[in-house]
């Protein structure tokens, strides 16, 4: 029996969006007040689907409880009260946009739950503004 | 790399369902409350799903900004504050079921966002029930 | 031990802001998209707040099902898919703004329920804009 | 045209996850407090995805009266301030996780709705655990 | 200066209404479904207001993990996965109302909390029922 | 007629909590996490209250057009995609705690809207963390 579950985290960060290969005028122009040189941020809310098969003896696709600890040791605890830009050495070269941090996420988290089973992350910067990988 | 982003808007509009075929009996047997002659309204909440790739450059798969005018353009300025029966004239012919509305905005917003992104749209009558176009 | 009790319920309705003793012109500049002659509508969320003592032998303030119950009477049956400007004998010559429908809902409330209570009604015109009478 | 509608509805019960093969040292190593002997319960609210086609003379893909009949007869009826371990005779010998609890609604719903639509149900547990069948 | 500051909590646990005194008639009849011998749940939201003044050193009027750990040790760890009639000696001889239960968790948190700090409690048994204390 | 009008209203921001009379240490032992020189940042959410009277001409306490305008200008256009630390001239010598910044919008707010009116402010900078002033 083929199931998906869910969790969801979050996560509270500051960051902005700058291309160094630009001007200052190109930056601000794309970017707009996003590319504030001294951050903004954001209350992240993040979405977690795991699809698997459903283990007879317990009733549940995956313990919730390690899939809580996964997502804190390797999310929470990388980028919660963080600056998304300066403190996430994974990401220094890397434009922090929602749609880059929820594939960096997904990255992780794939690579830790392993290959039997398939997720997907969903990412929130605000209620109104959200990605998800893979689409 | 593919993803996903997501954006809500909302409008609040008056309408009413009836079938100019049928009978006033047989419209209020199948639409109740809905077939009110005087109309009712609702808050509508709609969630945008555009699906394509990542430009490496600004690490956006589209400008949010430009997302949100074309929302704000092409379906809160045309349905927000109005009478889907009477004041939209692309609706003139056709039910405003939730699921004829939703399909309305996904074929505006397929077409002004264009055939390198697909566009998903989920319309909320209210927060108990909704509609998904494509599903 | 005296206590509060709140319990949510809710409408759609459709309406309209028009004061007949001004112009066309004014209507428009005062009331704006809110003025449009077709009416627009609305989910409206309503908060109903009962103050009181607590029954020993129940444990309740007062039994959540009559609550519900005169809610439903009295505010859901009158105003639920109704146009608030011509369905509405007690609303007739009141401008249905969030202010006098909450005013006409806490008055009917306060009625029914009784002066051993206090009520209080939360009526939500859209998840940002809402009223609270008494204040 | 086809095209997905979804409802909501809820239902509170009491449940425990006990696996009766197991030592009661197991059962608390793996259920931990969801193992408590006297039980503990949950909100549940539950979404019911159905997709289909839309009648042209109705503008709905089905009467939500009757999805919503449909769900409180054959849900809500049946598991509403139950214990789902000692209450509902289909569920006597199946793990009450959320996972299997969510299939169960599911083959209930897409035997009544029939082979017309497909069904997904989305089971939340608490707003931040929830599952979904099919994946 | 003098603020308000609110933290919020959960708990799932099961009740059943039931007063020994009346019959099992009388208790059907007063408390309907939620009688069930076999108890119910819900997952109950608290919302915990804390009245005092701001300290000029930090800007807080209280440290916001010391008040999550009182919540959490006399509130969650007591009641979280508990069953409120039979797991909870100090509601042992109380009717587990949403009422009753509000009170006994003001109480805990109003001692523990002390006088320099007036403190109100809401818990939510359900989205749409809810109780407050002191009114 | 004495009413109480609401809107919400959001704005996105970056901080750090910091005491620069206090020992690095002393900073970290007190504000953890958000002690992070690099800032990190929320999604904040603004609730504002207005009680008065109801105009009896237009049926409205105020029109909800100008009272967004007034937080537009006075509060989103100086907070929104800001460094509450560095940007915000009128912020620079406070600490930016939720408490304090919560003051700073209601003292901005309640001169605009003048003494006609009673304001007071709620601050969510997470869903679960809020704050309120007057208390």
Redesign the interface.
């Known amino acids: ?10 996560f ?4 902005r ?1 700058h ?1 160094p ?1 630009w001007s200052d005028e190109k930056n601000k122009e ?5 590319n ?1 040189a ?6 992240y809310e993040l979405e977690v ?1 795991v ?1 698997g098969e ?1 283990d007879p ?5 995956m ?3 390690y899939l809580k600890d996964i997502i804190k040791i390797n999310v929470e605890d990388k980028l ?4 998304l830009n ?2 996430v050495p994974e990401l220094k070269d ?7 941090v ?2 960096f996420i997904w990255n992780v988290l794939q690579q830790k739950i392993g290959k039997d089973y398939d997720v997907t992350v969903r990412l929130y910067e ?10």
């Open positions: 029996m083929r199931i998906a579950i869910f969790r969801k985290a979050h509270n960060a500051a960051h969006l291309n290969k794309i970017f707009g007040l996003c504030n001294n951050y903004h941020g954001h209350n689907k699809v459903v003896e317990t009733g549940y696709l313990d919730l409880k919660d009260h963080k600056n300066l403190d890397i434009m922090p946009s929602t749609e880059n929820c594939y605000t209620p109104r503004n959200y990605v998800e990988y893979p689409a």
